[in-house]
């Protein structure tokens, strides 16, 4: 049954690309800016409860709860005195300084905190869910990788149910579309920004906590989390998150079937090329021309 090990391999390493996916379609969808930072705040949640638990000594709960409120204070800091002058100051930034600048630039700053705090080491959280992997016939899957899925399907349907069916979701569309006629309206467009900000980042290191002991992280694995889970956003013109997790899932399981099947050295490169091909090919039905145009 190595194909139907290849694919639960698949479906596990996609949850991780979907779930950073939709937080980076979510906030683009309100914001038009990229967080380009998304997988950083996944390592810091990752080392972080490393650290506090094995080597400060603390309870699993707690050295969890210390993160998430060192992460979700930081985000907010980071939009009360950067993305706030940023985007509503006088001197506001266009184009793709704004699109791309801020967020990048964060991700260098909490890659080089990380490295300072933690070194260069490979780290994981304790698992939450201990024990032997599942076996159904031939096929297994580790309990962490259960979360794992569990995790990226509740956050992708909970943002997709709140978008399409509350009135706080229509104010957020209105916010990324047309953010003056939104305020004039009286939508507070700065409150859904920042709280969107810091939502996707409490996210983020949540799941980084979930998943680290499957894969472990160092100071250096968000840039690449963040950079998958930028393309798969891509694939829902950085705007839809449910067709972001549907974009991220068809990743982890094409990248696993061709490591599997075609070269496990080289599979990452030929799934690039595919993907490449996939947006000559059809850019329209895949979202691109809506993720250049806007």
Not at 25 to 34: P, T
Request: hydrophobic share 55%; aromatic share 12%; proline share 2%.
């Amino acid at each position: 049954m190595k194909l139907g090990n290849l694919i639960i391999a698949g479906v596990v390493t996609g949850s991780i690309y979907a779930t950073f996916a939709v937080c980076v379609a979510v906030w683009y969808r309100v914001s038009n800016i990229l967080n380009l930072a998304v997988g950083d705040f996944a390592m810091v949640g990752a080392l972080c409860v490393d650290s506090l638990y094995r080597v400060r000594g603390l309870p699993l709960w707690a050295a969890i709860i210390t993160t998430l409120l060192i992460v979700s204070v930081f985000a907010w800091l980071y939009d009360i005195i950067v993305l706030r002058l940023a985007v509503d100051g006088r001197g506001r930034a266009e184009g793709i300084v704004l699109t791309f600048f801020f967020t990048f630039a964060l991700s260098f700053f909490i890659d080089g905190v990380a490295k300072m705090a933690f070194g260069s080491d490979v780290h994981a959280a304790p698992a939450l869910w201990n024990g032997a992997s599942i076996a159904v016939a031939d096929l297994h899957v580790a309990r962490a990788g259960i979360l794992v899925l569990a995790c990226a399907l509740l956050i992708g349907g909970l943002f997709w149910v709140y978008i399409r069916f509350t009135l706080g979701g229509k104010a957020l569309e209105a916010s990324g579309e047309n953010a003056l006629g939104a305020r004039i309206v009286g939508i507070d467009t700065r409150r859904y920004r920042r709280w969107i900000f810091v939502g996707t980042a409490v996210i983020a290191a949540v799941f980084g906590i979930v998943e680290s002991p499957i894969t472990g992280y160092t100071y250096l694995s968000g840039a690449t989390i963040s950079l998958t889970g930028f393309l798969a956003a891509a694939y829902g013109g950085f705007r839809k998150p449910g067709r972001a997790l549907l974009a991220g899932l068809f990743i982890g399981v094409l990248e696993a079937l061709l490591g599997g099947y075609v070269s496990a050295e080289y599979g990452t490169t030929v799934m690039y090329a595919i993907l490449a091909a996939l947006v000559l090919a059809w850019p329209r039905g895949l979202g691109f021309e809506s993720a250049v145009s806007g």
